[in-house]
């Protein structure tokens, strides 16, 4: 862990411009480069807060100002009221975050528990099977989905769109979730099926809370997946009234009632779609990290 | 058995189905005001001779071998930087990734102001300190310039990805190497590229793969940033597959499209997984 920084006796040949050196000119030029690192990161995501809060006039007016010169809520007030309004959007986007999440691991933790503790026959093919949706990109098959989903009124449906946001998710849930299963020891599953618990019971009792970790990884990546997911929405969602945030606003990005694009709802609505997936992230922070790490590489 | 049965049914009937449709349809004339129509491999032939979808499939390629290098080296260099677990590191590092987790439509939209040309702060600022003159038309005007200013949105939003999955590759060298390196009075870049490149070169080269595999299917930022201007130029190899499937409604050529697209990204999963598999042994 601490590889790099563990403080130790310096020894005379130790480069004082090494980027490991805790004191001198070393340490403060890391810190500076870490400072303009960070202003660049945030520096988008603040102007677009300040710009969201600016008044009407000023918010449309070109060239723009850096800082809002008096704070107004306008922009959100437009965009609470933007065609279906703000709450229909907001409802939309939840729903179907929420429904991912739920179907997600409806279908993966029983699977993950079987194919980790059970010898299923044709073990094989069903891998192959599973893995077949790792290997196809979603982006390929929203025409045969749509087409499928026209015909039983899936379409400008949130369970159409859980669904297909589910088949996405599905592959890497089962890997982290069959991972988290795989390591619950033996003994534990083995005292209670001594006690005479049933599978169902031992999954209940034993594996879930053994694998919170994994199950908490696998509903915060549905839910940032699903809240984020553009181009499936596009094409399942057609009406209006069933349109996710990021929809709405990319369709407000040219539409709006000013005539021209309104950039401070606009900036708004970017706010708004930002604040929940940045707050999940910092504090499940952990969860993310150790999930991608196990999902991407390992 | 019957806990595996629900994923696997739904995997059968929202993955195999489709992709088996995917296949019949794309032997088809196929649009929805007339029956479908059976024509062989025509659709791939006309791929082939289709100029837009040459220019979309060189356009995608130049994106990515323009934005790859620069997300593997960038991330890379970020995590040298924050992978020690002091304070400041590690803030920085909590702060690089936090655009990761924002929607890549909702980054474009946040992007697509910035570089708007009389509204944006990019101008601005720009012309502020003297760079530019008259502000300039970066989105949906020249095909090159769009393509820079998506990259820059692109590399801000996702260099985290790498970043986060190098410190962890980085802080899982073993300690007892880098410090004989260190007793061996190697310097600080020295030792960077004689023990910690080699020994994180296969986490590089998978990020190098899931960096590659997200570009070639890059559409969000292309849809909303230049909405495929000018003249469909900056439209990706994905957008080209929705114009056909969905505005044009031509679904067989569409689909024929989509094997297209994903026979290619299937080459880099399959090398991504055989790397991946290796670790696991």
């Given amino acids: 862990m601490a590889v790099l920084t563990r403080p130790k006796t310096r020894r005379t040949r130790e480069p004082v411009t090494s980027a490991r050196t805790h004191r001198?000119?070393?340490?403060?030029?890391?810190?500076?480069?870490?400072?303009?690192?960070?202003?660049?990161?945030?520096?988008?995501?603040?102007?677009?807060?300040?710009?969201?809060?600016?008044?009407?006039?000023?918010?449309?007016?070109?060239?723009?100002?850096?800082?809002?010169?008096?704070?107004?809520?306008?922009?959100?007030?437009?965009?609470?009221?933007?065609?279906?309004?703000?709450?229909?959007?907001?409802?939309?986007?939840?729903?179907?975050?929420?429904?991912?999440?739920?179907?997600?691991?409806?279908?993966?933790?029983?699977?993950?528990?079987?194919?980790?503790?059970?010898?299923?026959?044709?073990?094989?093919?069903?891998f192959i099977i599973l893995l077949l949706a790792l290997i196809v990109p979603y982006q390929a098959l929203l025409t045969p989905m749509f087409l499928m989903f026209a015909k039983v009124k899936l379409t400008?449906?949130?369970?159409?769109?859980?669904?297909?946001?589910?088949?996405?998710?599905?592959?890497?849930?089962?890997?982290?979730?069959?991972?988290?299963?795989?390591?619950?020891?033996?003994?534990?599953?083995?005292?209670?099926?001594?006690?005479?618990?049933?599978?169902?019971?031992?999954?209940?009792?034993?594996?879930?809370?053994?694998?919170?970790?994994?199950?908490?990884?696998?509903?915060?990546?549905?839910?940032?997946?699903?809240?984020?997911?553009?181009?499936?929405?596009?094409?399942?969602?057609?009406?209006?009234?069933?349109?996710?945030?990021?929809?709405?606003?990319?369709?407000?990005?040219?539409?709006?009632?000013?005539?021209?694009?309104?950039?401070?709802?606009?900036?708004?609505?970017?706010?708004?779609?930002?604040?929940?997936?940045?707050?999940v992230y910092l504090l499940l922070q952990r969860y993310y990290v150790s999930g991608l790490m196990s999902g991407a590489v390992k | 058995m019957a806990y595996v049965a629900p994923a696997l049914i739904f995997v059968l009937v929202f993955t195999v189905y489709p992709l088996g449709q995917m296949a019949w349809m794309s032997l088809h004339d196929w649009s929805l005001l007339t029956p479908p129509k059976y024509i062989g491999l025509d659709n791939y032939k006309r791929a082939f001779t289709d100029s837009q979808f040459w220019v979309s499939f060189l356009f995608t390629l130049k994106y990515t071998l323009l934005i790859t290098p620069i997300l593997i080296i960038g991330g890379y260099l970020l995590a040298l930087l924050t992978s020690p677990n002091t304070f400041l590191r590690k803030f920085t590092r909590t702060t690089v990734f936090i655009p990761v987790v924002i929607g890549l439509g909702i980054s474009s939209l946040l992007w697509y102001w910035l570089f708007?040309?009389?509204?944006?702060?990019?101008?601005?600022?720009?012309?502020?300190?003297?760079?530019?003159?008259?502000?300039?038309?970066?989105?949906?005007?020249?095909?090159?310039?769009?393509?820079?200013?998506?990259?820059?949105?692109?590399?801000?939003?996702?260099?985290?990805?790498?970043?986060?999955?190098?410190?962890?590759?980085?802080?899982?060298?073993?300690?007892?190497?880098?410090?004989?390196?260190?007793?061996?009075?190697?310097t600080y870049w020295q030792r960077v590229g004689r023990v910690i490149l080699p020994l994180t070169l296969r986490t590089i080269l998978l990020v190098t793969l899931v960096s590659v595999i997200g570009s070639l299917l890059a559409f969000d930022q292309f849809y909303i940033m230049t909405a495929g201007q000018p003249r469909n130029e900056t439209a990706t190899s994905v957008f080209y597959v929705y114009l056909n499937s969905f505005p044009y409604l031509r679904l067989g050529y569409g689909a024929a499209l989509s094997l297209v697209l994903a026979v290619t990204i299937l080459a880099f999963t399959i090398v991504q997984m055989i790397l991946t598999r290796r670790s696991n042994a």
Avoid at chain 1, 41 to 55: D, E, N
Avoid at chain 1, 89 to 115: D, E, K, M, R
Avoid at chain 1, 159 to 184: D, E
Wanted: hydrophobic share 50%; charged share 10%; with cysteine.
């Fill in chain 1, 24 to 126: 001198g000119r070393g340490r403060y030029l890391i810190g500076a480069m870490c400072l303009a690192i960070c202003t660049v990161m945030l520096l988008p995501l603040v102007m677009s807060t300040l710009a969201s809060v600016k008044p009407t006039a000023e918010a449309a007016a070109s060239p723009p100002t850096y800082f809002p010169h008096s704070i107004s809520l306008d922009s959100y007030h437009r965009l609470w009221s933007y065609q279906q309004g703000l709450p229909t959007y907001l409802a939309n986007s939840l729903g179907a975050a929420l429904l991912t999440i739920a179907f997600t691991l409806l279908l993966t933790v029983p699977a993950a528990y079987s194919l980790a503790r059970f010898p299923l026959p044709g073990k094989e093919l069903i």
């Fill in chain 1, 156 to 279: 400008n449906s949130l369970v159409g769109l859980a669904i297909l946001h589910t088949a996405i998710q599905l592959p890497f849930s089962l890997y982290i979730l069959r991972n988290s299963f795989s390591a619950v020891p033996r003994e534990l599953e083995e005292a209670a099926t001594v006690d005479g618990a049933s599978h169902w019971q031992a999954l209940i009792r034993i594996f879930l809370p053994a694998t919170v970790p994994a199950i908490v990884t696998v509903a915060l990546f549905a839910f940032i997946m699903s809240w984020n997911e553009f181009l499936g929405a596009l094409v399942m969602m057609s009406r209006g009234n069933k349109f996710t945030l990021p929809l709405v606003l990319a369709t407000a990005r040219t539409e709006t009632s000013l005539g021209g694009t309104d950039w401070g709802m606009l900036q708004a609505g970017i706010t708004i779609s930002v604040i929940p997936c940045v707050l």
């Fill in chain 2, 116 to 186: 708007s040309t009389d509204f944006g702060l990019i101008n601005k600022f720009l012309m502020d300190i003297g760079m530019i003159d008259k502000p300039v038309l970066w989105l949906g005007v020249d095909a090159d310039t769009s393509n820079y200013a998506i990259i820059a949105s692109v590399v801000w939003k996702v260099m985290g990805f790498g970043m986060i999955l190098f410190v962890g590759a980085i802080q899982a060298v073993p300690s007892d190497i880098t410090e004989a390196s260190e007793v061996d009075g190697a």
